[in-house]
């Protein structure tokens, strides 16, 4: 799960037929997009998750998925504070919604 794991990985994931590659974080697709970049094929788009800062300035075409972790922090922490102000209530369920991030 590294950008050099990735780099390496990529011959082994397209072919001439290829036309996306998502994945699993945006450290990878970050991987993936160097190679393909070194490999000239800008015909294939990237995909990854985490919305990550990087990846949007260093490839802006590649999409990616927010997925809320820094609201999901701030609802879990307003939930602890709540429950040590005061006498804890009834088990609370909550998502956190996600989104896509396109170019």
């Known amino acids: 799960m590294s950008l050099h794991a990735a780099y390496k990985a990529t011959d082994s994931l397209i072919d001439s037929q290829t036309q996306a590659v ?3 974080s945006d450290t990878l697709a970050l991987g993936v997009a ?3 970049q070194t490999l000239g094929r800008e015909d294939i ?3 990854g998750i985490g919305n990550h800062d990087m990846l949007r300035f260093m490839f ?3 999409v990616s998925v927010e997925l809320g972790y820094h609201q999901a922090g701030q609802h879990a922490a307003e939930l602890l504070l709540k429950q040590l102000d ?6 609370t369920h909550w998502t956190q919604p996600c989104h896509l991030v396109v170019p």
């Open 86 to 91: 005061e006498t804890p209530t009834e088990i």
């Open 34 to 36: 160097k190679r393909l």
């Open 45 to 47: 788009a990237i995909g």
């Open 60 to 62: 802006p075409r590649a």
């Open 22 to 24: 998502v994945c699993a």
